[in-house]
T-cell receptor
Framework: DQQVKQNSPSLSVQEGRISILNCDYT??????FLWYKKYPAEGPTFLIS?????DKNEDGRFTVFLNKSAKHLSLHIVPSQPGDSAVYFC??????????????FGKGTLLTVNP | NAGVTQTPKFRILKIGQSMTLQCTQD?????MYWYRQDPGMGLKLIYY???????DKGEVPNGYNVSRSTTEDFPLRLELAAPSQTSVYFC???????????FGEGSRLTVL
């Protein structure tokens, strides 16, 4: 029973273009969403987050959009750079107040940015 | 600044053996976690701790035990290893609820 779904196992884009990574969730109790990036042989690193009271959060080249009615969020990377090539995990938590001590992760999407 | 340190990075176990994965953090974080990642899957929470002396089960705790005697250390014990425990294990920590998790580099365990 996957509560957080990343239906695209991989995505390939050209350098300088936009990368859009998608994530769907089924648990309506989720109220805090995060994206993590993972390089091979390293642990995941936090990228950006969004609370359910917002529909958009921006940090430099990274923007996360949340559509609560559709239970869908997306991560936009503009412009994409070769160093962005990594696995991106969507994660969600429930409990209010941004309590992210119990995260449910998606399976991840491998992003490849071609020079 | 070391962050979250896990040892060992790689280990091969025989079925029925036991071992402990070590995790230590130097950020004075209250919350610590153990996740496992199976091939092609997301991370699943095994155990977590909200402070020294306090631990609780996550989503997949069977076959594992933890302890938290200090703020810095959160070892994960595997008793009677089984092939189903072949996975990459990640330890993580956070300052408190609502704060980002910092992950270690992972420990790859193979049970044959």
């Amino acid at each position: 029973d996957q509560q957080v779904k990343q239906n695209s196992p991989s995505l390939s884009v050209q350098e300088g273009r936009i990368s859009i990574l998608n994530c769907d969730y089924t648990n309506s109790m989720f109220d805090y969403f995060l994206w993590y990036k993972k390089y091979p042989a390293e642990g995941p690193t936090f990228l950006i987050s969004i609370s359910s009271i917002k529909d958009k959060n921006e940090d430099g080249r990274f923007t996360v959009f949340l559509n609560k009615s559709a239970k869908h969020l997306s991560l936009h990377i503009v412009p994409s750079q070769p160093g962005d090539s990594a696995v991106y995990f969507c994660a969600a938590s429930a409990g209010g107040g941004g309590s992210n001590y119990k995260l449910t992760f998606g399976k991840g999407t491998l992003l490849t940015v071609n020079p | 600044n070391a962050g979250v340190t896990q040892t060992p990075k790689f280990r091969i176990l025989k079925i029925g053996q036991s071992m402990t994965l070590q995790c230590t953090q130097d950020m004075n974080h209250n919350y610590m976690y153990w996740y496992r990642q199976d091939p092609g899957m997301g991370l699943k929470l095994i155990y977590y701790s909200v402070g020294a002396g306090i631990t609780d089960k996550g989503e997949v705790p069977n076959g594992y035990n933890v302890s938290r005697s200090t703020t810095e250390d959160f070892p994960l014990r595997l008793e009677l290893a089984a092939p189903s425990q072949t996975s990459v294990y990640f330890c993580a920590s956070s300052y408190s609820r609502g704060w980002e998790l910092f992950f270690g580099e992972g420990s790859r365990l193979t049970v044959l």
